[in-house]
């Protein structure tokens, strides 16, 4: 089945403490991007990813991290999480970044930072 | 700049009943893709349906179809037959051909399907 998945899917961690949020796509997508979803803010981007080894940053890469190695996987990385990360946090991917294609996303990673 | 808009907070509709859910957008570039997305109470993003600028026909998928009225800027999506489980928020989406590619969305739609 085509799918983007990540995990975990709930996670209650503590101010400080360094956490990683897997993604991966089983489509050979190339393009790949991190949102997270805040009430009354939306869903904004935090990082994308084009191709392997190429990211860049979204509206609010601010204390996240992202790699890229390889094709399939594009993990979120939070170095030091803090209390207004808590957040639902959605991976995504399509077939390239042009405007004419679906992202295909996630099921959602709720995050807590105590 | 891009930016998606809807109005409606929130809509009810009768089950079996059509509803439409309004979505307009702004953005300069002449290429773009809208995209409605679903989003049930237990938070996953379902895509539901997408329109190319540049389509000549509404697209429609199953008993979803969009209203594509590209002079009005407008890309409202149609469901018919309205089912309990459509009951969710509903997004509108635009992507356009910036470095990002990022999908902007607006601020969502909440429909309550009555049995």
């Known amino acids: 089945e085509a799918q983007v998945t990540q995990n975990p899917r709930y996670l209650i961690t503590v101010t400080g403490k360094k956490l990683t949020v897997t993604c991966s796509q089983n489509?050979?997508?190339?393009?790949m991007s991190w949102y997270r979803q805040d009430p009354g803010l939306g869903l904004r981007q935090i990082y994308y990813?084009?191709?392997?080894?190429?990211?860049d940053k979204g509206d609010v890469p601010e204390g996240y991290k992202v790699s890229r190695k390889e094709k399939r996987n594009f993990p979120l990385i939070l170095e030091s999480p803090s209390p207004n990360q808590t957040s639902l946090y959605f991976c995504?991917?399509?077939?390239?970044?042009?405007?004419?294609?679906?992202?295909?996303f996630g099921p959602g990673t709720r995050l807590t930072v105590l | 700049a891009q930016k998606i808009t809807q109005t409606q907070p929130g809509m009810f509709v009768q089950e079996k009943e059509a509803v439409t859910l309004d979505c307009t957008y702004d953005?300069?570039?002449?290429?773009?893709?809208l995209f409605w997305y679903k989003q049930p109470s237990s938070g996953e993003m379902i895509f539901l349906i997408y329109?190319?600028?540049?389509?000549?026909q509404n697209a429609t998928e199953g008993r979803y179809s969009l209203n594509f009225q590209k002079a009005r800027k407008s890309a409202n999506l149609v469901i018919s037959a309205s089912q309990l489980g459509d009951s969710a928020m509903y997004f509108c989406?635009?992507?356009?051909?910036?470095?990002?590619?990022?999908?902007?969305f607006g601020t969502g739609t909440r429909l309550t399907v009555i049995p």
């Open positions: 995504a991917s399509s077939l390239s970044g042009t405007p004419y294609n679906e992202q295909f």
């Open positions: 329109q190319g600028s540049y389509d000549q």
């Open positions: 989406a635009m992507r356009v051909p910036t470095g990002a590619n990022n999908l902007f």
């Open positions: 489509m050979n997508h190339e393009y």
């Open positions: 953005t300069s570039d002449p290429s773009y893709g």
């Open positions: 990813s084009m191709n392997v080894e190429v990211t």
